[in-house]
């Protein structure tokens, strides 16, 4: 609307129905893969600079340093180490006897598109009408309202993904969201961060479709369906490339929402977010992605990934998982708790994962329950370490490690100081900021408000 | 390495009372009785029973001694609201027995039949500490939300032998409030009616047995079979497990168990806070999970991690539990008993919530939850705080029987573990 309307300003109205019909042309060329469309409107607020003195931080590289000092001015991190002086003119935040980790950053969420209460009202992750819904953005069904975004927040989480539902092969795209309160979801989007693809196998997509007569009914009918869908993506993206190359001649090949997203994972820009159990499947998944030219990013909930740790390594595929779920259905009947950190062990990306809106507020302990198993199965694996299951590595998987996950200098301030050992179920988030901003404080009522839907409710009158 | 050479070991006295002297030393033992916590202690186990157990206990000549400094031991953990012998994949209905959709058989359904001992998910609750459970029916609504109880609940013992059934028939389910609501046509005053009706009914069937088995008795909506099995809930003999969670619809289960003469349980209760002292009067337990503070529906909209703690403050007998119908996810019961302590509840509590009330709820308390001098030894021995993800378990007995520290899962890992470790 900007060059809409500065032409506006400027032109006649022959000069304005030209600027339009252009203007409209760009749009419509920019509003692509890119992610220029529903653009994030959340601006941090400023917030002075601070100090967190005193405490055992784990840094989310590797390291945990005890009586550290974290630094954070202009909502980056600045400096953290052990013998750091306060500079003048900063908050200073007693850390003494607690911890401090990056944001917690959760890479498989439903929170806003399965909100609570659960109602069929707005109950909107499955657009389960079509095997392949790749068009649709679960960013349109997300409810800034649901209850669940503060709570995750009261459990440390900064940044979340939201996926649309594994009913249909393709589910549709994800969205990457900042967990600070907003009326609006675009007020919750992560600046720029790339999207996903959400795609499913097993037994979801073929006993939705098997069910209603229509395929996918197998699983050879769900990889029939996803090599037929990559087959139209290619076609659509070389007609589109062809069309950029000669100097965009002609009418553009019209748009095509459902292609569209799955030529922006053709072209590397949207990263494949995999839900699949079996370590068969995945092997399949991967030569598909061979087959069409482009990678996964993830594989999700991967119960079976321990059995081919080594391949998921060298495909560089993060694989997010629990350590305590397994055995609802048959493609989940092997999970064991040590799934993460086997693939760690292998050199692999390994996340802890919630999909859920009970685990996503203490996704920390089920981190400890994963790493306290392998270690004593005879892994060695240290807290330094395990923390970047639930940090760097999300990242990692969202493609925003760049700006999160880590607290190293020049990363967005997005930080969770802990009343005690993280891993422990005894472990509260006292305090945390999304860039550099205080969003929640457990001894603050200001920065616990409810939702607009639970407040006047009844029960409301103790906090959570 | 040595903890897969310490498993193997155990296999070799997997599975029987044996007929040995076995001493846990210099733990802390959490008795769950009057002895209270003793902060380093000595157990010795003869014979599968506990032969002595305190502070100044001698180690008899020839006892295998464990190690237990540094550890705890605590009484077997029961899991409340479990399917655990009745499913093997939840989404596989041939493989699950913890639910009917018969609607001759609501009442009458009756768990602690069919269950098997050969689930691979006992030995994985095991690890968890977990020596019994409460296998509680579900409602199977394939057919529609048409049944008014799910059936009758046991406690069961995890030592995977044939005999499993710790006490069956010990209590009664039923939903109300919302999901009640639905059962009766969609209302709430229905659903109240309903169940005042089928009272009714059954005391009528049981003051008139002989007419009804001479075909002379008057119509009643439920069949024979499931009046028969809830006259004892209409006598007060048998526990009724009502499921509910708002605030309002505990008042009203308060009120007619009060008019009705019932043994309740409170279970959900995620707005029991609310209600707390009216519960603590009525001197309902409640069986309430730790974990659920979300505002799911419209009558969980004060959920809150604090429930455990204000219930029990305000003097309300609770027991903790993981979900409703937990089974492959058993192992959280006890990080759940942590997070409440979190959240303010005591830490004995929090352990009695998990170990002795459960077992004096459902009427087994002369068999397990607590360590006594006598009893047969259904224990745990943690190398750590035994609430913690933290700490695993080193020693388990069901009932006297020790088991050994493995189970499918770890028999997975261990296939795909890389030997170069």
């Given at each position: ?464 | ?133 409460v296998t509680t029916p579900l409602y199977d609504d394939r057919g529609g939300r048409d049944l008014q109880f799910a059936g009758q609940a046991a406690v069961i013992d995890l030592a995977q032998r044939p005999d499993m059934v710790t006490r069956p028939r010990a209590a009664m389910v039923l939903e109300m409030g919302e999901g009640g609501a639905e059962r009766a046509g969609g209302a709430r005053g229905s659903a109240i009616v309903a169940l005042r009706a089928t009272l009714a009914d059954v005391r009528h069937f049981a003051a008139n047995r002989v007419a009804y088995d001479r075909g002379e008795g008057r119509p009643q909506r439920l069949s024979h079979v499931d009046l028969e099995a809830l006259i004892p809930v209409a006598e007060g003999r048998m526990p009724l497990i009502v499921k509910v969670d708002r605030a309002s619809d505990i008042r009203e289960m308060i009120a007619l168990a009060r008019e009705e003469k019932l043994h309740l349980i409170l279970d959900g209760a995620e707005e029991g806070w609310r209600v707390a002292n009216d519960i603590a009067a009525a001197q309902l337990p409640v069986i309430l999970d730790p974990l659920a503070d979300l505002p799911r529906s419209f009558s969980e909209l004060g959920a809150s991690m604090e429930n455990a703690a204000r219930l029990h403050a305000a003097g309300v007998t609770i027991i903790l539990k993981t979900g409703s119908g937990v089974a492959h996810r058993a192992r959280e019961l006890r990080y759940g008993a942590g997070n409440a302590v979190a959240w303010g509840l005591p830490y004995g509590a929090a352990v009695a919530a998990i170990t002795v009330n459960p077992a004096r709820v459902f009427g087994v ?57």
């Amino acid at each position: 609307m900007g060059s809409v309307s500065k032409f506006l300003r400027g032109s006649g109205m022959r000069v304005l129905a030209a600027a339009l019909s252009l203007a409209s042309g760009v749009a419509a060329e920019q509003n692509d893969a890119r992610g220029e469309a529903f653009p994030s409107t959340y601006r941090p607020a400023a917030a002075p600079p601070l100090a967190i003195v005193g405490a055992t931080i784990l840094t989310g590289t590797g390291v945990e340093i005890p009586d550290a000092t974290l630094l954070i001015s202009n909502g980056v991190i600045e400096a953290v180490g052990a013998e750091l002086a306060v500079p003048e003119g900063y908050v200073r935040i007693d850390g003494r006897g607690k911890w401090v980790t990056p944001g917690i950053i959760d890479a498989h969420s439903h929170l806003g598109v399965y909100p609570s209460p659960a109602t069929p009202s707005h109950e909107d992750g499955n657009e389960a009408v079509a095997p392949n819904t790749a068009d649709v953005w679960a960013e349109h069904s997300v409810w800034p309202q649901d209850p669940k975004f503060r709570l995750a927040r009261a459990g440390g989480v900064t940044t979340l993904m939201i996926l649309p539902g594994s009913a249909n092969l393709f589910g549709g795209r994800s969205v990457t969201l900042k967990n600070v309160p907003a009326v609006t979801t675009q007020g919750m989007k992560f600046p720029h961060a790339p999207y996903g693809l959400k795609m499913a196998c097993g037994e979801n997509p073929k006993r939705v479709y098997g069910s209603k007569g229509r395929s996918p009914a197998t699983r050879m009918g769900n990889v029939a369906g996803y090599r037929k869908a990559w087959i139209d993506a290619a076609d659509y993206a070389r007609k589109r490339d062809k069309w950029e190359k000669t100097g965009k001649a002609g009418d553009p090949p019209k748009r095509d929402l459902q292609l569209e997203t799955l030529a922006g994972v053709l072209k590397g820009e949207i990263l494949v977010q995999n839900h699949c159990y079996r370590a068969d499947e995945m092997a399949v998944m991967i030569d598909i992605a061979r087959e069409f030219g482009f990678s996964i990013r993830t594989f999700h909930h991967a119960n079976e990934a321990f059995k081919i740790a080594p391949l998921l390594a060298k495909e560089d595929i993060c694989v997010a998982t629990w350590a305590n779920s397994w055995g609802a259905k048959m493609e989940s009947l092997d999970g064991i708790e040590e799934t993460a950190p086997m693939i760690h062990a292998a050199g692999g990306c390994a996340i802890i994962h919630s999909d859920d809106g009970l685990l996503i507020q203490r996704l920390g302990q089920e981190t400890g329950v994963a790493m306290t198993a392998a270690n004593h199965a005879g892994l060695s694996i240290s807290r330094g370490e395990a923390i970047k299951w639930i940090t760097a590595n999300p990242a990692k998987a969202m493609g925003i490690a760049d700006r999160v996950g880590t607290l190293e200098p020049g990363k967005m301030a997005d930080v969770v100081l802990w009343s005690g050992n993280p891993f422990s179920v005894y472990a509260l988030a006292d305090r945390v900021w999304i860039d550099g901003v205080p969003m929640w404080d457990r001894a603050d009522p200001r920065y616990q408000a409810p939702s607009d839907f639970l407040l006047g409710q009844p029960g409301q009158d103790f906090a959570r | 390495m040595t903890c897969r050479l310490l498993a193997l070991a155990a296999l070799a006295f997997a599975t029987s009372a044996s007929a040995e002297t076995i001493a846990i030393v210099d733990a802390r033992l959490m008795t769950m009785t009057a002895a209270g916590e003793i902060e380093r202690g000595t157990i010795v186990i003869r014979d599968g029973r506990i032969a002595a157990i305190g502070a100044d206990v001698a180690v008899p000549a020839g006892a295998r001694v464990i190690d237990g400094r540094g550890g705890t031991v605590t009484p077997g953990f029961i899991q409340a609201d479990s399917t655990l012998g009745a499913v093997e994949v939840s989404q596989v209905p041939t493989s699950a027995d913890r639910a009917t959709h018969s609607a001759a058989i609501s009442a009458g359904f009756d768990i602690s039949l069919g269950l098997n001992p050969d689930s691979i998910l006992l030995p994985v609750a095991r690890l968890a500490g977990i020596t019994h459970a409460v296998t509680t029916p579900l409602y199977d609504d394939r057919g529609g939300r048409d049944l008014q109880f799910a059936g009758q609940a046991a406690v069961i013992d995890l030592a995977q032998r044939p005999d499993m059934v710790t006490r069956p028939r010990a209590a009664m389910v039923l939903e109300m409030g919302e999901g009640g609501a639905e059962r009766a046509g969609g209302a709430r005053g229905s659903a109240i009616v309903a169940l005042r009706a089928t009272l009714a009914d059954v005391r009528h069937f049981a003051a008139n047995r002989v007419a009804y088995d001479r075909g002379e008795g008057r119509p009643q909506r439920l069949s024979h079979v499931d009046l028969e099995a809830l006259i004892p809930v209409a006598e007060g003999r048998m526990p009724l497990i009502v499921k509910v969670d708002r605030a309002s619809d505990i008042r009203e289960m308060i009120a007619l168990a009060r008019e009705e003469k019932l043994h309740l349980i409170l279970d959900g209760a995620e707005e029991g806070w609310r209600v707390a002292n009216d519960i603590a009067a009525a001197q309902l337990p409640v069986i309430l999970d730790p974990l659920a503070d979300l505002p799911r529906s419209f009558s969980e909209l004060g959920a809150s991690m604090e429930n455990a703690a204000r219930l029990h403050a305000a003097g309300v007998t609770i027991i903790l539990k993981t979900g409703s119908g937990v089974a492959h996810r058993a192992r959280e019961l006890r990080y759940g008993a942590g997070n409440a302590v979190a959240w303010g509840l005591p830490y004995g509590a929090a352990v009695a919530a998990i170990t002795v009330n459960p077992a004096r709820v459902f009427g087994v308390a002369d068999r397990v939850g607590s360590l006594e001098r006598g009893r047969a030894a259904d224990l745990v021995l943690w190398n750590g705080d035994p609430l913690e993800p933290l700490s695993q378990p080193q020693a388990v007995f069901v009932e006297g029987l020790e088991k050994a520290l493995t189970a499918r899962p770890l028999e997975l890992r261990d296939r795909y573990l890389p030997s170069a470790r």
